[in-house]
């Protein structure tokens, strides 16, 4: 059987209950909130894996890790996602992007599916960091009176230290996906 894997940075508790709290705010948006436990920021989505590569997966981050320094990441606003797109998809917390940030992601990344990219200016190919809090209900959405439709677009001013990334298994679930952490990987350089 083969496992839904993708690697994250988690929170700790308390900026999790800072970003659910959203929740509260935007009550009366249709959408489907996403759990306190299962907020998280992704860097890569790998699909399903087999044991043997999910252990060759948790092996490569792992050693990603050791390349990389703590740092600070920094969530800036809440707002519909992705930008632009009218209906939107979901509501997310955006992260400020930094060189570290897209160092790291791309050193797993290009670790993992052994593309070094000669040449990348990584300048030009930051990554967009963002932490989804809900998926919204197209269908609710349209239906939606113009007035009716909150504006999301609120600043925050979170910060995370990134001292690991995890190796994370997403298992379907009626309820919704439920995440349990394969691997972490500290951060150590």
């Not at 705010?25 to 759990?35: A, F, G, M, Q, V």
Request: with cysteine; glycine share 4%; net charge negative.
């Amino acid at each position: 059987m083969g496992h839904r894997v993708f690697i994250a940075i988690n929170f700790p508790q308390g900026i999790k209950e800072k970003l659910y709290q959203a929740k509260n705010e935007y009550s009366d948006l249709p959408c489907k909130w996403t759990r306190r436990d299962n907020l998280h920021l992704t860097l890569l989505f790998l699909g399903n894996l087999n044991d043997e590569e999910v252990l060759e997966t948790c092996r490569i981050v792992r050693e990603a890790g050791k390349r990389h320094a703590p740092f600070a990441l920094k969530l800036n606003q809440i707002a519909f996602g992705p930008p632009k797109k009218m209906p939107p998809r979901m509501v997310w917390a955006n992260g400020i992007p930094s060189k570290e940030l897209t160092m790291l992601k791309n050193d797993v990344e290009n670790s993992l599916y052994e593309k070094a990219q000669k040449g990348l200016n990584e300048e030009n190919h930051q990554f967009s960091p963002h932490v989804t809090l809900a998926r919204i209900k197209e269908w609710q959405f349209r239906q939606m009176e113009i007035e009716e439709i909150p504006q999301i677009d609120k600043e925050i001013n979170l910060k995370i230290i990134v001292s690991s990334i995890e190796v994370m298994e997403s298992e379907l679930a009626k309820e919704g996906p439920e995440y349990s952490i394969l691997e972490s990987c500290p951060l150590s350089s």
